[in-house]
T-cell receptor, first 111, second 113 residues
Framework: QKEVEQNSGPLSVPEGAIASLNCTYS??????FFWYRQYSGKSPELIMF????GDKEDGRFTAQLNKASQYVSLLIRDSQPSDSATYLC???????????FGQGTTLQVKP | KAGVTQTPRYLIKTRGQQVTLSCSPI?????VSWYQQTPGQGLQFLFE???????NKGNFPGRFSGRQFSNSRSEMNVSTLELGDSALYLC????????????FGPGTRLTVT
């Protein structure tokens, strides 16, 4: 079983819709959770992080964490074509800088 | 505030050679982590340095090594390069070694021929 799992997609949504990206993790001791966006040929860009159960909102982005279900999600409201990218879920399982990444979900927002 | 910088951005090497990559973290950041990204394996953790000490190491052979200097700048070295070492090597920095988020540099694209 992979430590961090994401559906590779592609997830296709129309412009203006809500995109929902999901991630599950296997280590119950995981402490913090991150979402990165990566455009083709570029490096990952941090867009959200969440440490506690519940929702965290930042502009059009909402991260949701459910530690009991070992599940973290990212919602993108009012999706734009510029949101088309690969979204990487990352989990920190200890007190070092090691992040474990999922394989990423490709999001396509169609005009 | 300037972001994470990595040099060189692109590199072409021959099998058997060695290579050194450099990373300068965001000013004030003390933790530097290195990752390898390939299409097949995705993003994989190489190692992390905090205050010049290696705190964690991923499952890579001993040909991969690194170090961190007193100014938090970090280098990674790969000796006896193999074709499979072709990848994007990413450096990320964070303020401390605890829950702080990591910010990535632009990466070094290494091609081994």
């Amino acid at each position: 079983q992979k430590e961090v799992e994401q559906n590779s997609g592609p997830l296709s949504v129309p412009e203006g819709a809500i995109a929902s990206l999901n991630c599950t993790y296997s280590d119950r001791g995981s402490q913090s959770f991150f979402w990165y966006r990566q455009y083709s040929g570029k490096s990952p860009e941090l867009i959200m992080f969440i440490y506690s159960n519940g929702d965290k909102e930042d502009g059009r982005f909402t991260a949701q964490l459910n530690k009991a279900s070992q599940y973290v999600s990212l919602l993108i409201r009012d999706s734009q074509p510029s949101d088309s990218a690969t979204y990487l879920c990352a989990v920190r399982v200890d007190n070092t800088g090691k992040l474990i990444f999922g394989q990423g979900t490709t999001l396509q927002v169609k005009p | 505030k300037a972001g994470v910088t990595q040099t060189p951005r692109y590199l072409i090497k021959t099998r058997g050679q060695q290579v050194t990559l450099s990373c300068s973290p965001i000013s004030g950041h003390r933790s530097v982590s290195w990752y390898q990204q390939t299409p097949g394996q995705g993003l994989q953790f190489l190692f992390e340095y905090f205050s010049e000490t290696q705190r964690n190491k991923g499952n890579f052979p001993g040909r991969f090594s690194g170090r961190q200097f007193s100014n938090s700048r970090s280098e990674m070295n790969v000796s006896t390069l193999e074709l499979g070492d072709s990848a994007l090597y990413l450096c990320a920095s964070s303020f401390s070694d605890r829950l702080d988020e990591q910010y990535f540099g632009p990466g070094t694209r290494l091609t081994v021929t």
